[in-house]
């Protein structure tokens, strides 16, 4: 039997700190395929950074913001398709435009946004205002925005274990920024034991879950977040309120791909208090803690 050894590419991307784990013969072709899947996710960040120019959803936003129609590309319709899957299932609360309620919750708030902020920002928010018919996106109302972040980085975590995949490697995982993508199992066949970080305890792990396959996403309040009069306050924020949600402090979901994990920890989180009783309906294997730090699901 051949002996496999395994290989870690660490990496930056998409503001997360990633990884990629391969066993190998040699290293040779461990580091090239790591790269190429790299390179991928890379791809995808600058494709659709809202932070960038020239990326895609720079060049949709232009067109939002005078309320007109683009035509997109086949891989941003599919995005589009899911997201707008996950709008029906989630009754309206996975919302690709309620990016633009970040406006009024920047880190640098030191105090809570007026009612009157929140409303101006809500009437431009709403994936029912947007017409959408592959491959042409029309904005109903002008200054709306999209925003794959959502949906993007757990979408790269599938495509870069797939490329992995497709280059023969049967080992190895796609960690971005905690969005686990399986390639499979170690070598004699154990799982890969995942950690899930408390929300509360940075040196603390709130449940681990042996995966052979599939992905795992988490979805939290503890890493990006706004304190006010000593409050913390979610950076997920409520498409119908344009209030961080308040119920779940973290919620982590394992699936068969890791955009439909990833959706789900985010509608869990946006679902609020009927998070946990959502995921129970969904099925998925999962772990919560709420804010009163109660851990509850499948996996607890």
Not at 240 to 261: D, H, K
Not at 291 to 297: C, D, E, I, S, Y
Request: hydrophobic share 40%.
């Amino acid at each position: 039997m051949t002996m496999l050894t395994l290989y870690r590419y660490p990496f930056r991307a998409m503001g997360s700190r990633c990884e990629i784990r391969l066993y190998a013969s040699s290293e040779e072709p461990a580091a090239a395929c790591a790269q190429a899947a790299i390179a991928d996710v890379l791809r995808l960040e600058a494709k659709y950074s809202r932070y960038r120019d020239d990326s895609v959803t720079a060049a949709i936003n232009r067109v939002a913001a005078a309320g007109g129609a683009v035509d997109v590309d086949a891989e941003t319709a599919t995005l589009l398709d899911y997201a707008a899957t996950c709008f029906e299932q989630s009754d309206g609360l996975f919302d690709l435009t309620s990016g633009i309620l970040r406006e009024a919750w920047s880190a640098e708030r030191r105090e809570l946004p007026s009612s009157d902020a929140l409303q101006r920002l809500l009437a431009r928010v709403g994936w029912g205002k947007v017409r959408w018919q592959r491959p042409r996106l029309a904005f109903g109302v002008p200054g709306m925005e999209i925003d794959f972040g959502g949906v993007v980085k757990e979408y790269a975590a599938d495509r870069a274990a797939t490329l992995c995949a497709e280059a023969g490697f049967r080992h190895g995982l796609v960690d971005l920024g905690g969005d686990i993508k399986i390639v499979g199992p170690h070598p004699d066949g154990t799982p890969w034991v995942v950690g899930i970080q408390h929300p509360r305890n940075p040196e603390a792990v709130m449940a681990t879950l042996d995966l052979f396959r599939g992905a795992i996403a988490t979805s939290g309040d503890y890493e990006r977040f706004v304190e006010i009069g000593g409050r913390r306050y979610s950076h997920i924020l409520s498409p119908r309120t344009g209030m961080p949600v308040n119920g779940l402090a973290g919620v982590s979901v394992a699936a068969p791909e890791c955009v439909v994990a990833g959706s789900a920890t985010t509608i869990a989180m946006l679902m609020e208090n009927r998070g946990p009783e959502w995921l129970d309906e969904v099925g998925l294997p999962h772990v919560w803690m709420d804010q009163k730090l109660r851990v509850g699901g499948t996996c607890a």
